[in-house]
C-alpha cells in the first residue's frame, strides 16, 4: 500500500545487531527475494542454544529440507530481509494468525522466490524472556511443524514465481 522496496524484520529483544542490515540488504541488491540473517550459517556469530531448543531446531531445519528440497542453517532467524515482489505476495497470503519465521520461508520456497541465508553478528539479549520453558517451547515447535506439513501439498509448479 505505501509501495515499500524492501523491509526488515528483527526481533525486539536486542540480539539482532542493526550494523549488520547493510548484509542483509546487499543480498536483496544481488536478487534474493528473502535474506535470512543466520546465526549458523558459516562466518556467522558464536551463538548456544539448549540442547532441547538445539533439537527442535535441527527437527524444523529437517523437516523444511523435505519440504522445500534446500538445507538452511537457521530457518527460525527472525533478521530477515524482503524485497518488493515477496511484500507484495506477504501482504495478501500471510496468514498472521498462525505464520512464524518457519512456514514463512517454506511458503516463499515453495513459491519460487530466491531464498538465501547470510552469516549474521549477534548480540546478547537485551530484553524480554526467551521462550525456554521446556512445554511452552514443545508446544512453539510442534506446532510450527504442523502448520509446515498444512503447507506441503500447497506447492507451485516447479520454477513458478508468484509475485
Known amino acids: 500500500a505505501h509501495g515499500y522496496d524492501r523491509a526488515i ?15 542483509l540488504l546487499d543480498a536483496l ?7 535470512i540473517g543466520s546465526r549458523f550459517a558459516e562466518g556467522g556469530c558464536d551463538y ?15 523437516a523444511l529440507k523435505l519440504l522445500s528440497g534446500r538445507a538452511f542453517s537457521d530457518t527460525s532467524s527472525g533478521f530477515r530481509a524482503f524485497s518488493a515482489p515477496l511484500l507484495r505476495y506477504y501482504a495478501g497470503s500471510y496468514p498472521t494468525d498462525y505464520m512464524e519465521s518457519p512456514e ?11 531464498v538465501v541465508e547470510v552469516p549474521v553478528r549477534m548480540r546478547a539479549r537485551a530484553a ?36
Not at 524484520?9 to 548484509?23: C, L
Not at 542454544?49 to 527437527?59: F, I, L, N, S
Not at 521462550?131 to 510450527?144: D, G
Open 128 to 163: 524480554g524472556n526467551p521462550s525456554n520453558r521446556h512445554v511452552r517451547l514443545a508446544y512453539h515447535y510442534l506446532r510450527a511443524l504442523m502448520s509446515m506439513m498444512s503447507q506441503a501439498g500447497r506447492r507451485s509448479p516447479a520454477g513458478e514465481r508468484v509475485s
Open 9 to 23: 524484520q528483527f526481533d525486539a529483544d536486542g540480539q539482532h545487531d542493526p550494523t549488520q542490515v547493510p548484509v
Open 104 to 114: 514463512a520461508l517454506l511458503l516463499a520456497c515453495q513459491r519460487g522466490f530466491r
Open 29 to 35: 541488491d544481488q536478487g534474493a527475494d528473502l535474506v
Open 48 to 62: 548456544d542454544v539448549g540442547r532441547v531448543r538445539g533439537g527442535a531446531m535441527g527437527v524444523l531445519r529437517l
